[in-house]
């Protein structure tokens, strides 16, 4: 058995469609657009199964060609002829396209995991759970394939079947409205894209697609072993079933994945002085010397803060960190080399975010003026950085002249007086510039 299936996987489509599907999956993966997955293997996972977009149509058409290859050498009527049945012959097939599908996905996975393996330290559970899915998605697609490959065995199939898979995965979540979390069940993509740094997949989600998936594959493969109605009737079943137990399982609310958020990722790994999430702690290094080059032109002020934690604030839903006046918060990000960016964690940031307030505060100091005071403590000229708006730069610009007009000692004590404002929520409007 071990020998027919090596050379299935030799003279079938199977090697082809692993290099087919490394290939597009590589390019999307590091060439379309930002890369999404740097911040870490959770990211990495979500990031694969939004390209999933291209790579299952990929895989419907893979499967569809190799089911007219008997077509195609004009062997189908001497193969029916043989008294081995039907469903032991398409044993190697079905395992050989299956084998070649994991094998593309996997080998992408690889490549992403090499690109963040340096930095990428948190691992977690739910990382296997989500590629299982996605493995899982594309054997249910290129069985599918097969199936209607066989059922339907034109030339215009394959290419049809793959126009087909795309238009249905864009379709699902318009016509799952307004159940959105049917998407969730139905589309291996849905809520997959721009994964946040603390952003996971609930177990419930993976455990209701791979129920679905599983029982698409089912179907798939009474399909194409079928050599009767009876058969083909029977592949309903599995589908009716698969998709009433997947949908008990999901569950019932909106943004299931988008507004679920792993708090192990949000804990705070430490050295002296500075902390990080655990999800950027492979960023610790690089992110101590800026944050403690900050603390130390702080230390100018009374009652300067003495640490720096990076801000794991979340937005769907609302989270937000323990607040200290004696820390600064730092906003933290991955570049598209899985290194520090400059959008946060230099040391202007850390001096800025020390005239920053709490998140529930009504009278806090703006962009312009935490920027303006930092830099008259840096001794230098505001500079776009970030993500500030140009305006703000600007405005920063023209309140750090006014400051440096002023003698020192009037000059700190302003700067003094909006740390001390903006702790206690009480920044008054053009306090800098008064």
Known sequence: MSRVFGIELRRSAALGSAVILLVVGVLVLFFAGE?????????????????????????????????????????????????????????????????????????????????????????????????????????????????????????????????AGLGLLLVIPGATRPRGWLALVFSPIYEMNMPDAYTTVPGRVSLSQAIWMTALAVAAVLLFA???????????????????????????????????????????????????????????????????????????????????????????????????????????????????DNRGGTAAEVVAGAFASKPNCANFAGPAERLAAAYWLIGSEPVARGDYDPAAIGEAVQLWQGLRQLPESEAMAKIVALRQAALACTVEKGQLSR
């Open 226 to 340: 079928s050599n009767g109605w009876r058969l083909r009737v029977a592949a309903v079943l599995p589908v009716v079933l698969g998709a009433a137990l997947a949908i008990a399982a999901m569950p019932h609310q909106k943004r299931v994945v988008v507004d679920a958020i792993d708090p192990v990722a949000r804990e705070l790994v430490c050295e002296p002085q500075v902390c990080v999430s655990r999800v950027h702690s492979g960023l610790l290094g690089e992110v101590t010397p800026r944050a403690r080059e900050g603390l130390k032109i702080l230390a100018k002020l009374p009652a300067a803060p003495t640490q720096v934690h990076e801000d794991t604030t979340t937005y769907g839903p609302p989270m937000y960190p323990a607040w200290h006046d004696d820390v600064v918060l730092l906003t933290v990000h991955a570049d598209s080399k899985a290194h520090l």
């Open 35 to 163: 890369t999404l997955f740097t911040t870490g293997w959770m990211q990495l996972a979500m990031s694969q199964r939004l390209f999933l977009a291209l790579l299952w149509p990929v895989a419907l058409a893979a499967g569809a060609w190799q089911a007219r290859r008997e077509i195609r050498s004009k062997v189908e009527e001497l193969f029916a002829t043989t008294p081995r049945p039907r469903a032991h012959r398409m044993i190697p097939t079905l395992g050989a396209m299956g084998v070649g599908v994991v094998a593309g996905y996997l080998a992408m996975a690889l490549a992403g995991g090499l690109w963040i393996v340096r930095t990428a330290r948190y691992l977690p559970v739910q990382f296997f759970a989500v590629t299982a899915v996605g493995l899982l998605s594309l054997i249910a697609a290129v069985w599918l394939g097969l199936a209607v490959g066989r059922l339907l065995p034109s030339p215009a199939t394959a290419p049809g079947l793959g126009v």
